[in-house]
């Protein structure tokens, strides 16, 4: 079974960038979904973005689009996610998964990371 390690997170300003990095170790299949979660104290864990090993597949939450890209490389394994704009409300803990669908939905990943922290202030 695949393992996934986030990395990245920190505090940044409104309106600044940060880069989150999800590597794997383990097999890794083309068609499996890589998914970026983030769930805020007090809140739901909510989709974030997907993107397949493929590089097909990609959507995103209406709340990020235009402002987040998630992309990989598969000669390390790794899926980013950048993160421009940021507004103090897309402070969460930030998680990647991974699916054998093409979903948004929480329930159908596993392999969940330990997840690393954002911090956006006003």
């Known amino acids: 079974q695949v393992q996934l390690v986030e990395s990245g997170g920190g505090l940044v300003q409104a309106g600044g960038s940060l880069r989150l990095s999800c590597a794997a170790s383990?097999?890794?299949?083309?068609?499996?979904?890589v998914g970026w979660f983030r769930q805020a104290p007090g809140k739901e864990r909510e989709f974030v973005a997907r993107i397949r090993w493929s590089g097909e597949g990609t959507y995103y939450a209406d709340s990020v689009k235009g402002r987040f890209t998630i992309s990989r490389d598969n000669a390390k394994n790794t899926v980013y996610l950048q993160m421009n704009s940021l507004k103090p409300e897309d402070t969460a803990d930030y998680y990647c998964?991974?699916?054998?669908?093409?979903?948004?939905?929480?329930?159908?990943?596993?392999?969940w990371g330990q997840g690393t922290q954002v911090t956006v202030s006003s």
């Open positions: 383990g097999r890794t299949y083309r068609f499996y979904t």
């Open positions: 998964a991974e699916s054998p669908v093409l979903t948004t939905s929480p329930a159908l990943f596993s392999s």
